[in-house]
């Protein structure tokens, strides 16, 4: 009798966890609109997730950054989309079997940008330059679905109180997303998709805010997270029309290439 009260109980959790979680909200900006945040900063002048590009879109009047870090082999965490060097720098290998040292002096936007190539920025040096009122959405990047690596030095960080700005994190890694969710639930944490295939994780992971790929958005999401009070924050959003649209329906956050964004 007793085992078949506790396994009906743990069937009733199992389903409360699934269909009637609720998010726990928490409001990117105490405006009506959208809050708009720079994606890897402003790349006309400089190169993508360098101080200079963060620098150019709090200049062009954006008081929120997305950003990307990763972990080196040494556990410095940088600034970067890949972990490939040869994507975007003059390097040679993996970042996250290089040591800082050997990275510091390598320049950024080789590509994109050669005549005002960066060096690679440590977060740190982000986190002391950029003003303490712009909002961080700070995405973790991981090599593999258990990589951890660079979400546990984050945490050292947060627990050290050395992030002064309000921020959130977010991920692709649904393993990021319920390591912070379990472990860490004083940090705001978005999952990012770009298919929909992994949608149904959602509802276990409970994460704070939904980041999908904007051409993802149709009635049904919407009115999912209608349904557990999840604020939704899309990527990449450039056009003015699909900006406009964003502001009409409720949607909490855009991330955006879009100097322009910021004035619809």
Known sequence: MIELILYSAFVLLLVRHRFFWMARHRELSSK???????????????????????????????????????????????CSHNFDLERETNGVGWAQHTDYS????????????????????????????????????????????????????????????????????SSFNPVVVAFFRLFYSKISIGYILKNITWLWTTHW???????????????????????????????TVNTLPALEWCKQNNISGIISDNPKAIHV
């Open 205 to 235: 992971l409970h994460p704070d805010y939904l980041h999908p790929r904007a051409d993802l958005i149709d009635n049904e999401l919407l009115q999912m997270s209608q349904n557990h009070d999840l604020s939704l924050n899309l990527w």
């Open 102 to 169: 050997k990275l510091k002096d390598i320049q950024m936007g080789v590509y994109t940008h050669p005549q005002n190539t960066q060096t690679i920025a440590k977060l740190q040096d982000v986190l002391n330059e950029i003003p303490k009122n712009i909002f961080l959405n700070i995405e973790i990047k991981t090599h593999s679905l258990f990589d951890l690596s660079a979400s546990k030095t984050f945490a050292r960080l947060f627990k050290r109180s050395e992030i002064k700005h309000s921020f959130m994190v």
């Open 32 to 78: 009506d609109s959208p809050l708009i945040m720079a994606h890897r900063g402003i790349k006309m002048n400089a190169p993508e997730n360098t101080i200079s590009s963060y620098k150019e879109a709090i200049g062009a009047g954006f008081d929120a950054l997305e950003l990307d870090i990763l972990q080196t082999k040494d556990g410095e965490l940088i």
